[in-house]
């Protein structure tokens, strides 16, 4: 079975940062794409970052110079560090196996201005 848990977020101000992590378990973590994707009210769920079991990495617009996504292999963990964050990435932050088409239960980020 698997399971994605993700951990790390919270309510900042804007310009701060926040880390996320990305558990994985019931995968072959290692040759997996990974994904952070984020949901906005009334918005549509869209694409963070992703990294390839490679670390090949890609990063939607208005998030690159801003956060860096990064895995763990040996921990099966995947996690985003987000830094100079806006009010505009407030949203539910979801990790997903791209590849396999798996979901986390997300996780909330709130950014005050």
């Known amino acids: 079975q698997v399971r994605l848990v993700e951990s790390g977020g919270g309510l900042v101000q804007a310009g701060g940062s926040l880390r996320l992590s990305c558990a994985a378990s019931?995968?072959?973590?290692?040759?997996?794409?990974m994904g952070w994707y984020r949901q906005a009210p009334g918005k549509k769920r869209e694409l963070v970052a992703s990294?390839?079991?490679?670390?090949?990495?890609n990063y939607a617009d208005f998030v690159k110079g801003r956060s860096t996504i990064s895995r763990d292999n040996a921990r099966n963990t995947v996690y985003l560090q987000m830094n100079n964050l806006k009010p505009d990435d407030t949203a539910v932050y979801y990790c997903?196996?791209?590849?396999?088409?798996?979901w986390g239960q997300g996780t909330q980020v709130t950014v005050s201005s």
């Open positions: 990294i390839s079991g490679t670390s090949i990495t």
């Open positions: 997903s196996v791209i590849s396999g088409g798996y």
């Open positions: 019931g995968i072959i973590f290692r040759i997996n794409t």
